[in-house]
């Protein structure tokens, strides 16, 4: 069994998404970060870096269990232990594991930038929105042109595009819009329709989330207390 500690985030939804495309046996542990459950110290001892996702497998290497935080690790590791989800030859996995850490160093962090200078910020701040915004469109530009050779970011539907997807998906609900990637729009109307990718996007129960930032939420998520050191 797996305990997901998680929250409803795209960088959660990677975990839940794939755990429902392999269907491994898991629980789900939400962690409300708009209240500071991220910062208690018995989340510390898994996630020492305070975010989620991170899991906890009762089963794992040597029957023995493990814990495991950044949603990127937690990835290779499922798709490992589960001989799916990524390739088991050297080539076709190095081409999974570009693609994923295309996801973690740049779409991740420039579309997350994006969205925080947009909706959050406490000022306008023009050349901060034009940098990250315009990033995320080059960016976006680059999964456009690899789909516009194959249907998936690998060769096959992968712990890649399992990456990917959540943060396509808020750019998105934030009404960017990615109507001007045709190839990019095609790939992610594909996976939308998955019944893994669903189910995913269930956990947690989205309910959970408030739908307006609180003031509270927002110290928890960029004030003092995020900095505060432990």
């Given amino acids: ?3 997901l500690y998680t929250w409803c985030t795209p960088n959660g939804y990677k975990v839940s998404i794939a755990l429902e495309e392999l269907g491994a046996p898991y629980r789900t542990i939400p962690v409300n970060i708009g209240t500071g459950e991220q910062f208690r110290p018995e989340f510390l001892e898994i996630s020492p870096n305070n975010k989620i996702p991170a899991i906890v497998d009762h089963d794992g290497p040597d029957g023995s269990p493990i814990s495991l935080f950044e949603s990127g690790a937690i990835l290779l590791y499922l798709a490992e232990k589960a001989g799916s989800l990524i390739p088991s030859d050297a080539t076709g996995r190095y081409l999974v594991i570009q693609w994923l ?6 779409l991740g962090p420039m579309l997350g930038q994006a ?3 947009h ?6 701040i023009p050349y901060a929105i034009k940098r990250y915004t315009r990033e995320s469109g080059r960016l976006l530009s680059v999964m456009d042109r690899r789909l516009g050779k194959a249907d998936f970011l690998a060769e096959d539907y992968s712990i890649a595009d399992i990456a990917c997807f959540p943060w396509a998906r808020a750019a998105v609900l934030r009404h960017d819009g990615i109507a001007d990637y045709p190839n990019l729009t095609r790939w992610y109307q594909m996976i939308d329709a998955r019944p893994a990718v669903a189910r995913g996007l269930e956990v947690p129960d989205p309910s959970l989330a408030p739908t307006v930032l609180t003031e509270e939420a927002r110290e928890y998520l960029f004030g003092d207390t995020q900095y505060r050191r432990r």
Avoid at 101 to 106: I, K, L
Avoid at 119 to 124: D, F, V
């Fill in 119 to 124: 909706r959050y910020a406490p000022e306008k």
């Fill in 101 to 106: 850490m295309f996801q973690m160093a740049g």
């Fill in 1 to 3: 069994m797996i305990d």
């Fill in 115 to 117: 969205g925080h200078f």
